[in-house]
Structures are given as structure tokens and as C-alpha cells.
């Protein structure tokens, strides 16, 4: 087993630690981790907030990344853990599958993908529980259990979305999703107010994927683009193999203007808006359509030394234009801007802290700088005022009275603990939230 110290930044940067990583390199070594006092396992780093980090002892699943079987003729998959989605995608879209819901990066491991129960763009059946089979879990009593909506049907449930507390997951049994073609049918359109924005989430048609991109809002506009996709019926494209490239100096100039100037970011997003308004592409790879944002692998870097944040929260339709509007005020007064909004439209049930509800899904970045602290205390109050759903997977700055909002936060704790009796596993957030 190999270990080292080294200076740890999640995907938000925004925790400076210095714990040891270990990288188990097979289920023995990966058992004896089980006696350890303090850790957290690991996929691949992407979660914004706090989630991944501990700050004695992180356990890397990178050497557990095989798949144990493959069902060509029915889509069903068995992965271990480690596996980042990124080496998967090739293997089953060869074979006409496709990942049921995926995150916006490809760069996640499987693991990470079920203990944070990612949501995409999917119009309907938005979470990744919605189609796991087959949870392998190495329990903290170093038991090997199987769970599914059948067998240990609990600890499925708290698994998916537990953020690794429950235990190390092994493996993944997912139902992949049948396609033709590894390119998607696009369709972009133009908004410029609420009755538009409110129309569009509406009229999605036959479209299986639906996000809006927030140019601006203010208390009486909204504008932006919607993007809709469909996997398309032509034939596949021949090139399956990803380069990563890194954002350089120029690109990373032209960002940073972006994310620190309101008044630049608002011209690129008008011209952007009106650029891709006229000249889309119909046909696009699976790549523009779900990972734009892998373009630049390490883009999160722009943000400078403190990183950044993101915030995600449902807000249901009827206080939709009454938040967006407080949203707007505060920003106004405070000379803060959000450089990346999105809007999603949700209809999802789920358990425990799934992130679900009906309503709008919105997510808001932040660079982290002397306004931080004013932005925790005003979206802290918001949340507690309206009531709203956080997305705790990406979280940083919610406090442990608004994750009362969750009906089921109590429970949810308390079959942790049983679970993770000494509180062995345990990461920033659970510390934060007293889980
Ligand atoms: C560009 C970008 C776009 C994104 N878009 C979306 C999106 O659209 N929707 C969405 O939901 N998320 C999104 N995310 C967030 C990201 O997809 C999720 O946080 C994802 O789960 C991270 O996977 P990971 O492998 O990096 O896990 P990590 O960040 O390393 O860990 C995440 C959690 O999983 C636990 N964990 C990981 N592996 C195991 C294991 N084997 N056993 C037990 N616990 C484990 C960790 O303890 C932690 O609690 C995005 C992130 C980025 C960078």
C-alpha cells in the first residue's frame, strides 16, 4: 500500500488540508482500512464542496476500476468502484449504451457518481438511483453485503446519496440506456423573459435532456439559452478517445476577466448568447452536449488560490420570480455577480438527503473572496426562510439548522450512526452537519 503526504484541494479548492492518502491496491489492503480511526474514501475529486475531504486519512479507489461483467444484449453492467466514467464511456457506447444520467464532467468515478446520487440533464428519471441494480459495500464491520431495492434495501437507500458514509462501495450494478448513435439531435432557444423561460420548461417535447443557461436575471427578466437534446438515430462516430487539455495561459486570461468583471462577463454572455442563437450545431457529439465543461480539464483553477463555490437549491415554481428577485436585490447591493447560473427543471422523489422536489433547480458559482462570508449568510437565509432543498453533494457553506429542511435529516442520521457507530468514516461535511 503506498502512502503520502500532499497538499489536498477538492474540485471547488476551497479546502486546504494536508492528510495522508492511501491507495489500497486490493480488497485485503482495502480491508484493513476498516480499522483505521478517521477516513473518507475517494473517486476522483470533482465534488465542489466538502464532501470528499477528511483531514486525517483519504482512501483513493483508483486500483479498483475493472468491469466484472457486461451484458451486451441488455445494457446491464457491473463496474467496480474506482472506475471513472471516462474509460467506461468508450467501452459501452461501442456496444450501442449510454450512461443512464450523467454528471456535466466525465472525469468521476463510479463510486462517486452513486454516493453523491449525481442528477444530469434528463427530463425525466433525473438520478442515478433511478437505475442502480447492485451495490457491493464493504462494511465498517468488515462485512461484504450486497444491497438493492430487495436485499438490504435500506442501506441501498443510504448509500445512494450517504456520501461514502454508509461504507466502502465495491461496486456498481447499473441499466444502461439503449442508443443508436453516439451523437444527440441539439436544439438551442433563445429566451428573454419569465414567460418565455416558464413556456420552454413546459414545451420540452420529445426531448430527453433540458438545461437553461442563465445569461442574467433580474426581478422583472430573465434571459438565456435553453438546450435540448435528443440521442439522435444516425450512425456512430468513429473517434471514442479523449485528449485532455489543460486551459493555458491565454484561455485562462480571458476567464478570469469573465468570472471577475460583471460588466465583461455580461458583453461575452450577450454575444455568446446571440452567437449560438444563430449558428448551432443540430448534430453534435455526446462530448458538446454533457461535458462542455471538460473542454478544459483543469478550468477550476481560474478561480484563483481561495477557489470558489456553488451553491445549488430547488426553488419551487411559485416562489421562482419572488427568490430570483431577492436574488438579484442582494447582488445589486452588495456589487456581487454569479459568472455561471443554471436552471434545471425537477420532478424527482427520493429518501434520506437525496437532492429531489418539484420545481427549479438552480446552481450559482461564486470566486471565494472578501464577499464570502456575506454570500453564506444570505443564501443561509433564503434556504431557511423558503424552506429550500440543498444539493448537499456540492455543498459548502449550509448550516446544520437548514439541513433540518429535509424531512427525513433526522432519520438519516440516526441510521448513520448505527451504521458508523464511532464515526470512523467522516468527512468535513458530516463534521459540519453534525451527521
Ligand atoms: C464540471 C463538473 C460538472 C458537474 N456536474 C454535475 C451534475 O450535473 N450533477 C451532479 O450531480 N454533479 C455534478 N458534478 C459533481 C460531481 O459529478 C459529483 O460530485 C461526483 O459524484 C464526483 O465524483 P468523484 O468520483 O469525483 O467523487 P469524489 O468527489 O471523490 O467523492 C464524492 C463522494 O463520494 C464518496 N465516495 C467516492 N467513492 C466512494 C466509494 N468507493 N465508496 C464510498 N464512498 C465513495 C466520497 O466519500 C464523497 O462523499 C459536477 C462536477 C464537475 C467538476
Not at 452513486?114 to 437505475?131: D, E, L, P, R, T
Not at 441499466?175 to 414545451?203: A, P, R, V
Not at 470558489?308 to 445589486?332: A, H, T, V, W
Request: hydrophobic share 35%; aromatic share 16%.
Amino acid at each position: 500500500m503506498f502512502s503520502k503526504n500532499k497538499t489536498f484541494f477538492n474540485w471547488g479548492r476551497n479546502v486546504n488540508i494536508n492528510p495522508k492518502k492511501l491507495l489500497p491496491k486490493n480488497y485485503k489492503e482495502l480491508k484493513k482500512i476498516t480499522n483505521k480511526k478517521s477516513f473518507v474514501v475517494h473517486g476522483n475529486q470533482r465534488s465542489y464542496g466538502d464532501v470528499c475531504v477528511n483531514k486525517d486519512l483519504l482512501v483513493s479507489m483508483k486500483n479498483f476500476n475493472k468491469i466484472k461483467y457486461f451484458h451486451k444484449k441488455n445494457g446491464i453492467i457491473k463496474i467496480e468502484s474506482g472506475m471513472l466514467l471516462k474509460n467506461l464511456l468508450p467501452i459501452i457506447i461501442k456496444e450501442g449504451w449510454f450512461i443512464p444520467v450523467t454528471p456535466g464532467t466525465k472525469y468521476v468515478s463510479l463510486g462517486g457518481m452513486v454516493a453523491n446520487n449525481v442528477h444530469g440533464k434528463n427530463v425525466f428519471k433525473n438520478q442515478i438511483k433511478q437505475h442502480i441494480k447492485e451495490i457491493e459495500l464493504l462494511r465498517l464491520n468488515k462485512k461484504k453485503i450486497k444491497c438493492s431495492k430487495k436485499k438490504n434495501n435500506k442501506i441501498f437507500d443510504l448509500t445512494i446519496g450517504g456520501f461514502g458514509l454508509t461504507g466502502i462501495i465495491l461496486s456498481v450494478t447499473l441499466e444502461l440506456k439503449k442508443i443508436n448513435s453516439s451523437y444527440l439531435e441539439q436544439k438551442i432557444i433563445e429566451f428573454n423573459s419569465f414567460e418565455e423561460f416558464f413556456s420552454l420548461s413546459k414545451n420540452i417535447n420529445d426531448y430527453e435532456y433540458s438545461v437553461f443557461w442563465i445569461d442574467y436575471f433580474t426581478k422583472k427578466k430573465i434571459k438565456g439559452l435553453n438546450y435540448l437534446a435528443k440521442h439522435s438515430k444516425i450512425s456512430f462516430g468513429k473517434s471514442l478517445i479523449f485528449k485532455d487539455k489543460k486551459i493555458g495561459i491565454i484561455n485562462s486570461f480571458f476567464s478570469k476577466l469573465i468570472i471577475k468583471n460583471y460588466i465583461f462577463s455580461r458583453i461575452i454572455n450577450f454575444l455568446y448568447r446571440k452567437y449560438k442563437k444563430y449558428s448551432y450545431k443540430k448534430i453534435c457529439n455526446f462530448n458538446e452536449v454533457f461535458y462542455p465543461q471538460d473542454y478544459f480539464i483543469d478550468w477550476n483553477k481560474i478561480y484563483g488560490n481561495k477557489g470558489f463555490f456553488e451553491i445549488q437549491f430547488i426553488i419551487p415554481k411559485n416562489k421562482f420570480k419572488k427568490i430570483l428577485s431577492e436574488i438579484s436585490f442582494f447582488f445589486k447591493k452588495e456589487k456581487i455577480f454569479s459568472p455561471f447560473v443554471v436552471i434545471k427543471k425537477v420532478n424527482d422523489k427520493g429518501k434520506y438527503l437525496n437532492f429531489c422536489g418539484s420545481g427549479y433547480s438552480i446552481s450559482l458559482d461564486f470566486e471565494i473572496n472578501k464577499n464570502f462570508k456575506t454570500l453564506k449568510l444570505f443564501f443561509n437565509s433564503i434556504i431557511k426562510k423558503n424552506k429550500l432543498k440543498v444539493n448537499f453533494s456540492k455543498d459548502l457553506i449550509v448550516n446544520k439548522f437548514n439541513a433540518s429542511n429535509y424531512p427525513d435529516f433526522k432519520i438519516f442520521k440516526k441510521e448513520i450512526s448505527l451504521l458508523n457507530p464511532q464515526k470512523k468514516i467522516n468527512s468535513i461535511f458530516s463534521k459540519r452537519l453534525h451527521i
